[in-house]
């Protein structure tokens, strides 16, 4: 008998190729092993064969082939709890979904290739963290914390937003936070790599870019592998401080994002485009995956942070392929992550008010909660109105033509010696002309107004999305620092040490507040030309059905 | 016991009123008499009272009252056949209908009053015109008439257009028209009756009216009648010739235009307002009413004959009861109806072609044909497109102009010391208050075009919906002659009467051709400027709608 193996997630295979999709808990049949770059040839259940990700699946004991028929469900690590005791983190958080299921034609470009092992796949067969203990701070009994330590501040924010970035790192992140605000972690950081936080009018700011730059995202080509079996979507970045042009893949940005959101826990991280990005065409939904793909580079290029950071210009500037693997190794091997990133800050020799600290961020959490739904509800808005314009508006309109363009069809038919009439009956038949074409204005125009408003709000619900674990991630530091202080009280704790973590959480408040600004500050600039770009285009829409009716007034002139 | 009447016809009784809705077959215990100018008042067996027209019931025999219960239904006028053998009358003929049922609070307006005592319950009340026999040729045995006569006429245009006008008196006009054809008819017709046919450049033509005039339909008032039972609505008419205003009521035109329909069988007469009007207010519906009124006066004054038409100008001129009366009788005595009143044309004395008669009305109905569906589909356009404004466009603004102003106010929960935020959060809630208020224009939109386009083209179904009728009527009289000349060729019938018949033929004919070129010349004036004002009232919408947009976008300017 032939090998078994059984799916472990789900695998949407391109339609087209050979791929096939399987199930999570399917049994198929192996037929060859030998395909090569991580893929292996099956035979399903109804008999089709198909290639699929070696990583998808595990070889069957002989012992469970006979048992396999209802398969418990495959380990998912959407239903892994993270220390930080919340589960309410389903709702919102696209950016985690799309990590943990693969099913449309995009992300499914996985494979092996010398690029990168990286994937969806590598990450989800590891859903063990969950188990893992915090560090115990010297002295401290491990009982203190794994009661009731850490409990209510994730929760309480998630609760009422129902968003909190999962990283799939979580728990690395987690200990070496903790280790920065403890004092535990040692590293030096070199002069070059330090981040400074400065007083600006408006508060305190992350230190300007002293040079900034662009990077363009070209529209994708569709490349190939394994001589045709295998075909993706390569999108070209164009750095502006270079102009070398570099090709990347979606698991490559899947990468960078998951290293992103694993460094940078008080940072929001723009989100990838959009898994709903729906479309008649297959170029029109690549193209909408460009354009948001252009949204979150230029929000990394505008971030004094992000902008800088070593893993983004490894993305941004390599060519070579060693040097290429060399630099994602050391990405994954980077231990600034987390709270422990601040070891990286210089911030101002002032200490914070612990109220004044309280109020911005509870402020900040206010405002995330109403920006939530405003910002979801205006991404759910533009993709209606997509649909309404290329759907009823466009069909009212050509109703409308038709309706007009028939009635001169029919005064057609009494045409006799009438000059004017003559002219009366065309002049109807180009008024029902006019309204089929308004009928086609209607259906190509969410492409000029909602579908670039969609595109920039979807980039808003990923950093609104992820503000509220931001803030929980603060509010953990200083739920810590409370916890630190009661220790101090009851003489369980240095007061040297205790000043240690002040201040270290002072670095992370400032961090926080920073951050908080700069949204306050980037979004303000980005909306106000959001919203003109898209009464421009609204405008302009207008006018050109003002002219389309004007000309055709003007043919029932005499 | 009390005496028991059966309602004959079903009557809507107006809500808030007295009256009480009876429906034909029911049976009421009649409760008074004495309430006066035709009311009677009863109690259902739902133990309901109320007031209903005396002439919607017949009082039950002692005997009839113990048999009632599931009484037949009562004769209706629309399940009568006329002679021209048709019986697909009822798709389409809304003017019909109207007198055959009597369920909107418009022509409720049923009563006694001393103005005139006609009305459909009168009407209705006469079924059995369907008996009436042709009046035979001197000489022809009655049973070549009743066996082969007329019967493809008619139908042969109603199977294909669905329409053909019912006149509660064809028996009488059809039997008066006759006796023009066949020379029966003895009337002197003074020279100020007469109406001419004229040669024109386009074609036969109405000579054209001498002393053109207008007749403007104000605003109604809602008027009383036994201190406040009764109430009904009053369109107030002043003719531009003698600046004298006239009240007439619903029940006015629906007598007057019972006249024209009888005496103007080759004339469509222009249809009385629509039976379907809805609004959401009682006065937008009675104000649409005075629109359709309007287009009614407007076709008549425009038309030579109709608008010089003897109960035409009582109807729009009389304002003293008696003479009222008195002219109303001599209207109802009219004898020149129907074919009849084709002893008051002068006619070219040119004969006709038959061969080039039959290509008019050839291209005439198959023109009507088209015209028809186009018509229909035009006015039921204009109802849709009033409900989309009204409905999903005015609520898809003002969901687009609350999210923006949602979205205004989250930001708003973030204000802090930058001026240029606030400036942004004020724009982008005016925004938000600009579509909402787009959407309010959308809602308001169809009075200024849609409505008013409907209105015409209810105008223009009416008068299409009437040609098939107008077209077999005139081709029942060329039957009629070829009838003659077989006659004859049989030596049944003179060769002196023959030529009598050809010549009054040939009058039909002219009129018929005037008619036609009339509508011609009428209709493309009147669709031109039509169309006119449609585009300049969608113009002048999309252009608010531009200014608004604008000026919104000028919040945003810094």
């Known amino acids: ?67 396999t028929k209802a398969a418990p469900p495959a380990p998912r690590y959407d239903q892994a709890a993270d220390e930080w005791g919340d589960q309410a983190y389903s709702a919102g958080d696209n950016n985690y979904k799309r990590t943990a299921s693969n099913d449309d034609g995009w992300d499914d470009d996985w494979d092996d290739d ?37 409990d209510d501040t994730a929760s309480s924010y998630a609760s009422q937003v129902g968003t909190v970035r999962k990283s799939k790192f979580a728990p690395s992140s ?62 070209q970045l164009t750095p502006s401080f270079n102009n070398i042009q570099v090709s990347r893949r979606y698991k490559h940005f899947d990468w960078l994002h998951e290293r992103l959101q694993e460094k940078f826990t008080l940072i929001p991280i723009p ?3 959009d898994k709903q990005i729906s479309g008649r065409y297959d170029e029109q939904v690549i193209e909408r995956r460009r354009i948001q793909l252009q949204e979150f580079v230029d929000w990394m290029c505008k971030h004094p942070v992000l902008s800088k950071c070593e893993v983004w210009q490894h993305f941004l500037t390599c060519t070579d392929e060693k040097r290429w693997k060399a630099g994602k190794r050391q990405a994954e091997k980077d231990n600034l992550l987390g709270l422990n990133y601040c070891i990286s800050l210089v911030v101002p020799e002032k200490a914070l008010l612990q109220s004044q600290v309280d109020q911005v961020t509870e402020q900040c959490h206010t405002f995330i909660n109403s920006m939530d739904t405003s910002v979801k509800n205006i991404t759910s808005m533009c993709l209606a109105q997509t649909k309404r314009c290329q759907g009823p508006y466009k069909s ?41 074409e308004i009928g086609r204005m209607y259906d190509e125009q969410p492409k000029y107004d909602w579908e670039p408003l969609g595109d920039k709000f979807h980039l808003y619900k990923g950093i609104v999305g992820s503000f509220p674990d931001v803030l929980a991630n603060h509010k953990g530091a200083v739920q810590k620092k409370r916890e630190c202080e009661r220790l101090t009280a009851e003489h369980k704790m240095e007061v040297a040490q205790l000043n240690e973590v002040l201040r270290r959480t002072d670095v992370i408040s400032y961090a926080l507040l920073a951050e908080i600004n700069h949204f306050k500050v980037e979004r303000t600039e980005d909306l106000k030309a959001t919203m003109q770009k898209f009464l421009q285009q609204q405008i302009m829409f207008y006018k050109r059905v003002v002219d389309k009716l004007e000309n055709t007034l003007h043919l029932y002139d005499d």
Not at 188 to 193: K, L
Not at 406 to 418: V, Y
């Open 1 to 67: 008998m032939a090998a078994q193996v059984q799916a472990l997630y789900d695998f949407s295979g391109e339609p087209g190729t050979t791929e096939m999709s399987i199930t999570a808990g399917e049994v198929l049949t192996l037929i060859n092993t030998e395909i090569g770059e991580g893929w292996w040839e099956g035979k399903n259940s109804k008999g089709e064969t198909g290639l699929f990700p070696a990583a998808y699946v595990r070889k069957l004991t002989p012992d469970e082939v006979t048992q």
């Open 174 to 235: 987690k200990v070496s936070g903790e280790s920065y605000l403890l004092g535990t972690l040692n590293v030096e950081v070199p002069d070059s790599e330090k981040v400074y936080i400065v007083q600006e009018e408006e508060g305190y700011a992350w230190s300007p870019i002293p040079n900034p730059f662009s990077v363009t995202v070209a529209s994708p080509k569709k490349e190939s592998k394994f001589k045709g079996i295998k075909s993706f979507i390569a999108y």
């Open 114 to 150: 010398t690029y990168s092992e990286i994937g969806p796949a590598n990450q989800q067969a590891k859903p063990a963290h969950q188990q893992q203990q915090l560090t115990p701070l010297p002295g401290m009994p491990i009982s203190e914390y794994s009661n009731h330590q850490f």
């Open 396 to 436: 009212d309109c050509q109703k409308v033509g038709e309706a007009f363009y028939s009635l001169g069809n029919a005064l057609g038919l009494d045409e006799g010696t009438m000059v004017s009439r003559s002219k009366l009956t065309s002049a109807i038949k180009m008024t029902g002309g006019a309204y089929i």
């Open 271 to 273: 989100p990838l485009p």
